[in-house]
């Protein structure tokens, strides 16, 4: 599979995956083996046992040799959101971050003119965003201007497990930004999920609850990259288009009793 | 003094970053501390005085999605 360049790194995964839910923290380490996955998502939390809790984490997390993609999840302010993300900086020692300023509770929508802001905010700090949005296309094109490489709408609200809901639009936003790796990152429930995002042609997928929360969430690991090679593998052998009638695939030439006059 | 360590409101003998880490019990190195919105950069915990109101916020890995 080629490989996919995000800020100047390559990587041979397509799949990038939260650490967050699983049952246990052995069945995280071994999720993201089975996954394939380069990349994990992080936090950053306050701690009242001094720091132990999230230290003994850390040390999981490095036995893995994969990459860190720290966030700025639950931050619901411009302010928030830009500290959050330069504690992450010092704590994980990388200019990367999922930029998430959430604007809605129910629907944990992104606050699109917060995250603008403070994405121009930490761009000029130095910062390689992987802005959190919608599908919404001035919104990408403003995150491009800004200098925004990584952009990752949501295929559905977060958690939600529904897949990819406005079709549409996330075609038209591969279409019009064919410069920026774009990357599904929320709502994708099932392996076929992240398959039909890498066939619309869209980078990589980013996800964490349809692992964490599979019955068996290390064998989902390994579906969910099997569904990334497939769906990559497909965009790049170059789909057929849809069709509103039927054509045969048995040729027509040579049907027995073809035009048989009774 | 009185000041709000991740909002909580505490009276602290320590005047400084590192010291208020002991008085806490914070153990380990992978830790990030802001003060009133702004990131203090582990180098200068010893150095960062700490005034009566500040908020602090100390910040440990955690998982994420």
Not at chain 1, 22 to 27: G, K, L
Not at chain 1, 166 to 194: C, F, I, T
Not at chain 2, 27 to 36: K, L, Y
Request: aromatic share 6%; proline share 5%; charged share 20%.
């Amino acid at each position: 599979m080629s490989p996919v360049d995000f800020y100047g790194k390559q990587f041979s995964s397509r799949l990038l995956i939260g650490t967050a839910l699983y049952p246990s923290p052995a069945i995280m380490q071994q999720v993201i083996r089975a996954s394939g996955a380069e990349i994990v998502t992080v936090s950053l939390r306050r701690e009242s046992s001094g720091g132990r809790i999230g230290n003994a984490f850390w040390d999981l997390i490095r036995e893995l040799g994969v990459g860190v993609l720290p966030n700025t999840a639950g931050c619901r302010s411009v302010r928030e959101a830009v500290t959050t993300a330069q504690l992450a900086r010092e704590l994980f020692e990388t200019a990367w971050i999922k930029l998430e300023v959430i604007g809605d509770d129910e629907t944990l929508q992104p606050d699109l003119v917060g995250l603008v802001e403070a994405a121009a905010v930490l761009i000029k700090d130095g910062f390689q965003v992987f802005p959190y949005c919608t599908e919404d296309l001035t919104v990408a094109q403003r995150l491009r201007d800004l200098g925004c490489r990584v952009i990752m709408p949501w295929a559905a609200p977060i958690g939600s497990a529904r897949g990819i809901v406005n079709r549409d639009a996330l075609k038209l936003l591969r279409a019009r930004l064919p410069e920026v790796a774009l990357v599904v990152d929320a709502g994708l429930g099932a392996p076929s999920h992240a398959a039909d995002a890498l066939e619309l042609g869209y980078d990589a997928v980013l996800l964490n609850t349809a692992i964490a929360k599979a019955g068996d969430p290390v064998a989902m690991a390994k579906a969910f990259r099997l569904a990334v090679e497939a769906g990559r593998a497909a965009h790049q052998a170059g789909l057929m288009g849809a069709r509103d009638f039927a054509s045969p695939s048995t040729p027509i030439v040579g049907t027995p009793f073809w035009h048989a006059v009774s | 003094m009185l000041v709000t360590v991740n909002g909580e409101r505490k009276e602290i003998a320590a005047g400084n970053l590192t010291g208020l880490l002991g008085e806490m019990e914070f153990e380990g190195r992978h830790m990030a501390i802001a003060v009133n919105y702004r990131v203090v950069p582990r180098l200068r915990w010893a150095k960062t005085a700490l005034n009566d109101g500040d908020q602090i916020e100390i910040l440990t890995p955690r998982q994420g999605g």
